[in-house]
């Protein structure tokens, strides 16, 4: 009996085939079952309901190709604004993204290049803008500790080919002599210090062989690769050889170290040994 009545009323024997509800009705309806008067309130679909609709939805195809309203993607924005994926939720997305083509290995033809850059050209939001400092520092303490993969160790020695600031290029005589001597942002005053006596082969091996052949540098840890690491005086004395100051960096981050602020580089590698437990008796220094 029940179904019969449900029969009879659906498809175009409904009174409402055709028609749509106006926005007022839409908001009335809206209004009245917000909040607390919504059947769902405070309750959640169990996982047997929840497959039930998943496996109702496989193979529907009602929005393929459908183009969202700017109006509508307005609002989608504003109901994300504020809001943070769950730890669930981002573990989730990484293994339904696994085997994806859209996911890590998928390379992006020309064409589809061309269209992501084109809305973009002349889009004053991106053009020139710079990251905040606290932008920056988010980014920096969601890297700091990870190692690249040798993949993307790999993508990023490509992507240098070519590149001017890459190995290879070379400098015209007059870059080279606005960047010698005083003018070089390496100048200390012309006094160079020689290294210790014990600042030998043996005792740079043994520095490597203690950071296993690896950067220290916490944001690289790249593997010598048929060229051995620089050893770093950590508080540039050359004269202090103790195994605490010492530890391996490769040629990019070393050079980073002496061309940069060299109080921040001298607390931020005091700390790091600290960490790693090797300079627990160390007295941090800027």
């Given at each position: 009996?029940?179904?019969?009545?449900?029969r009879d009323?659906?498809g175009e024997n409904?009174?409402f085939w055709g028609r749509?509800?106006?926005?007022e009705?839409?908001?009335?309806?809206?209004?009245?079952?917000?909040?607390?008067?919504?059947?769902?309130?405070g309750k959640?679909?169990?996982?047997?309901?929840?497959?039930k609709?998943?496996m109702?939805?496989?193979?529907?195809?009602?929005?393929?190709g459908?183009?969202?309203?700017a109006e509508?993607?307005?609002?989608?924005?504003?109901?994300?604004?504020?809001?943070?994926p769950?730890?669930?939720t981002?573990?989730?997305?990484?293994?339904?993204s696994r085997?994806?083509?859209?996911a890590?290995g998928?390379k992006?033809?020309?064409e589809?290049r061309l269209?992501?850059?084109?809305p973009?050209?002349g889009?004053?939001?991106?053009?020139?803008?710079k990251?905040?400092?606290?932008?920056?520092?988010?980014?920096?303490q969601a890297?700091?500790?990870?190692?690249?993969?040798?993949?993307?160790i790999m993508?990023m020695?490509?992507?240098?080919?070519?590149?001017?600031?890459?190995?290879?290029y070379?400098?015209?005589?007059?870059q080279?002599?606005a960047?010698?001597?005083?003018?070089?942002?390496?100048?200390r005053g012309?006094?160079h210090?020689?290294y210790?006596?014990?600042?030998?082969?043996?005792?740079r091996?043994?520095?490597?062989?203690?950071?296993d052949?690896?950067?220290q540098?916490?944001?690289?840890?790249?593997p010598?690769?048929g060229?051995?690491h620089?050893i770093?005086?950590i508080?540039?004395s050359k004269g202090?050889n103790?195994?605490?100051?010492?530890?391996?960096l490769?040629a990019?981050?070393?050079?980073?170290?002496t061309?940069?602020n060299r109080?921040?580089w001298?607390?931020?590698y005091?700390?790091l040994?600290v960490?790693?437990?090797i300079?627990?008796t160390?007295e941090l220094?800027?």
């Amino acid at each position: 009996m029940v179904n019969s009545i449900f029969r009879d009323r659906s498809g175009e024997n409904n009174n409402f085939w055709g028609r749509r509800h106006g926005p007022e009705a839409r908001a009335k309806m809206s209004i009245a079952k917000a909040g607390e008067k919504h059947p769902l309130w405070g309750k959640h679909h169990s996982a047997e309901t929840k497959a039930k609709m998943r496996m109702s939805q496989l193979g529907k195809t009602r929005n393929l190709g459908r183009i969202l309203s700017a109006e509508t993607k307005a609002k989608i924005s504003r109901a994300h604004v504020g809001m943070k994926p769950s730890a669930e939720t981002i573990e989730k997305m990484r293994r339904a993204s696994r085997g994806n083509k859209n996911a890590v290995g998928h390379k992006v033809s020309a064409e589809a290049r061309l269209k992501m850059s084109l809305p973009n050209l002349g889009n004053q939001r991106r053009l020139g803008s710079k990251h905040t400092a606290e932008a920056k520092e988010k980014v920096r303490q969601a890297n700091f500790g990870k190692k690249p993969c040798a993949l993307a160790i790999m993508r990023m020695r490509l992507a240098s080919l070519g590149n001017k600031h890459a190995l290879g290029y070379r400098l015209t005589p007059e870059q080279l002599m606005a960047r010698s001597g005083e003018h070089s942002r390496l100048w200390r005053g012309g006094i160079h210090v020689p290294y210790g006596l014990g600042f030998n082969r043996n005792m740079r091996g043994a520095i490597r062989k203690r950071d296993d052949y690896l950067c220290q540098n916490p944001q690289c840890y790249l593997p010598e690769n048929g060229r051995r690491h620089a050893i770093h005086h950590i508080d540039f004395s050359k004269g202090n050889n103790d195994p605490v100051n010492l530890l391996t960096l490769c040629a990019s981050c070393h050079t980073k170290t002496t061309a940069g602020n060299r109080a921040h580089w001298i607390e931020y590698y005091q700390a790091l040994q600290v960490v790693r437990g090797i300079g627990a008796t160390m007295e941090l220094r800027a």
